[in-house]
């Protein structure tokens, strides 16, 4: 997993994986077959350990407003714990990739689609619990606050600073307020 989260899918080489887990090639594929097999197990690591704090954070906390800060927290510390501070592996081990692997491009778009449909839940369940208003755009909102969490991890990978990524969170939590009080 982290060999992957550190260089994506298309760098990582067989070798690489090979010697992360101290095995050899006919051990290798005798346990997992294939690079796009252990690809997809490694992102199911991922996603049931270390990326699912910012999931975990939307739907444990009681508020709308404190859980969509949460899960934007949660999701700076996820981008700047990888490997390399290379950001989420969901949003970015596979963005642009050969032909070859285009079905692994589609799995990853379906987990961030993924992503943006739980938001969108969590809203749904604010404006049910009236903690947003009624009217409120909530597939916007949940638009808005996904792409938000893929730009907190390309930030990372840039460079940035938890403080300036922490500071980011702070402006989309005044979006967020905004789009609370523009309601009729």
């Given at each position: ?16 994986l090979m010697a992360a887990m101290g095995i050899n090639p006919p051990s290798f594929y005798a346990a997992f077959g294939s690079k796009e097999k252990i690809f997809l197990e490694a992102v ?118 938890r403080d300036d990524l922490v500071g980011t969170v702070a402006m989309a939590m005044g979006v967020l307020e905004y789009a609370e009080n523009r309601q009729p």
């Open positions: 997993m982290e060999v992957f989260w550190a260089k994506g899918y298309e760098a990582t080489q067989l070798a690489e199911d690591l991922y996603l049931a350990t270390v990326g699912a704090g910012s999931m975990k954070a939307l739907a444990e906390t009681a508020n709308a407003r404190a859980a969509i800060e949460a899960m934007l927290l949660a999701s700076v510390d996820i981008a700047l714990a990888s490997p390399t501070s290379g950001g989420c592996m969901v949003s970015l081990a596979l963005v642009n990739c050969q032909e070859q692997n285009k079905p692994l491009r589609i799995h990853m778009q379906e987990l961030r689609r993924s992503t943006t449909s739980f938001i969108v839940q969590r809203l749904r369940r604010g404006v049910e619990e009236d903690d947003l208003p009624k009217e409120i755009d909530v597939e916007r909102l949940a638009s808005y606050f996904a792409t938000l969490m893929q730009g907190l991890s390309l930030q990372a990978q840039d460079g940035a600073e």
